[in-house]
């Protein structure tokens, strides 16, 4: 992952100068792959977080129920986030869909301060954007979803 690379490149340059570089997370770092459509996801899948113990609640929001999507010509894909279900916080996200390269960085930040999905829900997303579609799938995984 170039993104990883560049980062602990910046890490190393830090050391070197005496400085005191953070360490990576390695939960909060995204896979995204460029190509039509677009795939992004962080952190954890339903079956990783399963087989690591955790008791999960999912949420999943297609595109057709996102209304820039729709006006953009772009209703094919999906969002799904995975929290744990005993302390609400964010597993991992993963998505299909136009530009979810770009929306990814709205979950690495959530997984890199350990966000959970009572902030999410709270959190006031713009509209029309694609990234209501994001807070459409956390309010998914707590039977709270409004447009679809």
Known sequence: ????????????AELIAGGHPHPIKPGAIAGC?????QVASVG????????????IKVGRFPFIGNGKAIALGEPEGLIKTVFDA????LLG??????????????????????????????????????SE?????VLD????????
């Open 133 to 137: 579609a994001m807070h459409e799938s």
């Open 33 to 37: 792959t460029y190509c039509s459509p």
């Open 86 to 89: 005993k302390t609400g916080e």
């Open 93 to 130: 996200a993963h998505m299909v869909g136009a530009e979810v390269t770009e929306l990814i960085q709205g979950y690495i930040i959530g997984r890199t301060l350990e966000t959970t999905e009572a902030e999410l829900i709270e959190t006031v997303f713009p509209h029309p954007t694609l």
């Open 44 to 55: 954890m899948t339903e079956e990783k977080a399963k087989a690591a113990g955790y008791e």
């Open 1 to 12: 992952l170039a993104h990883k690379a560049s980062h602990e490149g910046v890490m190393v």
């Open 141 to 148: 995984a707590y039977g709270r979803a409004i447009h679809f």
